[in-house]
């Protein structure tokens, strides 16, 4: 996917070439190659570091410090739900319970094999009075519980597969 010719590979180039080839801009080459990519793929890290003449380890270091950055390909709905307190005592935990049940997720594992769903849990997102929130992409659903978050998810792959 991370094919090293392509547009997206030239991008990479072009973000090497602002910061001049230059280590210590390193978290920001990075930043600016993970909004190319939406993640970290591993192969383009590996070239990053003989571009700028450090270890790969020493990238991955920094790649894997960070929360920010992704190091796995991400779905393309992103399915945030919040498990704040206030989420928390409504339930929230039924939720992502279901959600990981919906998707087929868990024991490490957040993103479906079709690349369709990635399920995180977040904290506070702001909406307490909404509680228990999900957010999907920036879709913001309050007062949710299994049943609904279920039908979410099934109303996006019906979207998904519904026109042809
Ligand atoms: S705790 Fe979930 S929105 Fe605040």
């Known amino acids: 996917m991370s094919g090293k010719f392509g547009k997206k590979f030239e991008q990479v180039c072009d973000v090497l070439d602002r910061h001049e080839h230059h280590p210590d801009n390193l978290i920001a080459i990075l930043q600016e190659i993970q909004e190319v990519y939406s993640y970290l793929p591993e192969d ?3 070239y990053v570091a003989t571009a700028l003449g450090v270890s790969p380890g020493s990238v991955f270091g920094v790649a894997t410090f960070y929360s920010h950055f992704t190091l796995a390909p991400k779905g393309k709905y992103v399915v945030r739900v919040c498990d704040g307190t206030a989420c928390h005592v409504k339930r929230s935990e039924d939720i992502i319970k279901a959600l990981e049940e919906e998707l087929k997720l868990g024991g490490g594992k957040n993103t479906s094999d079709d690349l369709m769903f990635t399920l995180e849990t977040v904290a ?12 999907i992409n920036e879709e913001v659903h309050g007062s949710m519980n299994p049943e609904k978050a279920k039908a979410l998810i099934e109303k996006i792959r019906s979207g998904e597969t519904g026109h042809g």
Do not use: K
């Open 44 to 46: 383009i890290m590996t």
């Open 124 to 135: 506070c997102l702001g909406a307490c009075g909404l509680a228990p929130v999900v957010v």
